[in-house]
């Protein structure tokens, strides 16, 4: 199967590196696929932090990246946004990178994140939503600062008609001393509220592998996304034509590959090992 891949798509954390730490063999995989003619891009869902702040940490470990080497799932939603509801305006559930980064794009947002948080808001919330203030979407990110309010606000906007939109599913995000409520159980918060889900924009999304194929100008069976998560990486592949290669050193064990309905095309104990089965070819 490695023979017929062209563009290996590659998940940051638990594949390449385990929090401060670089997964052994890590290295010599990318000197791998560019021995053996191939090509890789980096691909992270996570959209809590700007490309810039991944891309220092490679980097720091010694691997020299570029942002053109980077994407993450806020380009993919940002190039969606921008092609599918020009001239809207959103309320974004994010961090100021994640603002930062809607607004450089040329995107309107109807709030900013303010640190100055209102405790007093809690007593006075409401659902009213007056008139002019209703944004076209709500897009639900990685929002480490959110609050009430926000989630109130969303909640409000989604139930008079604002479309329900998100950057990725990710349920936790994996820390060092254990996972962290991610996009996707934020946006299970509004589900539960709203009795509306979101459409999702990062892996395993159609469109993700839709921006990949873009930009090399490949057929999807040419590409092959590597990830340690089995809902996101693995199911970008799978689900859409292309391949997904399962490795060990992140979230997913032996008893979740057999639970899973999610099948990889391939599992390797860590990127080490397809270093080595690439080094056939
Ligand atoms: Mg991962």
């Given at each position: 199967m ?5 563009v ?26 560019r ?10 869902n996570?959209?809590s ?9 490679l ?20 190039d ?14 994010g ?31 409401c ?21 009430y ?37 934020i ?56 391949k ?12 979740e ?7 990889p ?17």
């Amino acid at each position: 199967m490695l023979e017929h891949i062209d563009v290996f798509v590659l998940d940051l954390d638990g594949t390449i590196y385990l929090g401060d730490t670089l997964i052994d063999g890590a290295g010599a995989f990318l000197d791998a696929i560019r021995a053996a003619g191939k090509r890789y891009v980096f691909f992270t869902n996570n959209s809590s932090r700007s490309p810039h702040y991944c891309i220092e940490k490679l980097n720091r470990f010694g691997i020299a990246t570029t942002r053109d080497e980077f994407m993450t799932s806020v380009d993919v939603t940002i190039d969606c946004l921008k092609k599918e509801r020009p001239g809207q305006r959103f309320y974004l559930l994010g961090t100021p990178d994640l603002e930062e980064a809607f607004l450089q794009n040329g995107l309107t947002i109807t709030n900013r994140t303010t640190h100055d948080y209102d405790y007093a808001y809690g007593l006075t919330a409401c659902a009213e939503v007056r008139e002019g203030e209703l944004p076209d979407a709500v897009v639900a990110g990685f929002d480490k600062t959110l609050n009430y309010e926000k989630l109130e606000r969303a909640c409000a906007y989604i139930q008079k008609g604002a479309a329900f939109l998100a950057i990725h599913p990710d349920i936790t995000c994996p820390m060092e001393h254990g996972a962290i409520p991610d996009c996707g159980a934020i946006c299970a918060a509004i589900t539960a509220s709203t009795g509306m889900a979101p459409h999702y924009y990062g892996k395993p999304s159609v469109e993700t592998v839709a921006y990949i194929m873009r930009h090399f100008d490949i057929a999807p069976e040419r590409i092959a996304f590597v990830g340690d998560r089995l809902y996101t990486d693995i199911q970008a592949g799978v689900a859409n034509g292309s391949k997904g290669i399962l490795v060990l050193t992140g979230e997913t064990g032996e008893a979740e590959i057999a639970a899973a309905s999610v099948r990889p095309d391939a599992v390797f104990a860590s990127v080490k090992e397809i270093a080595e089965a690439l080094s056939d070819y």
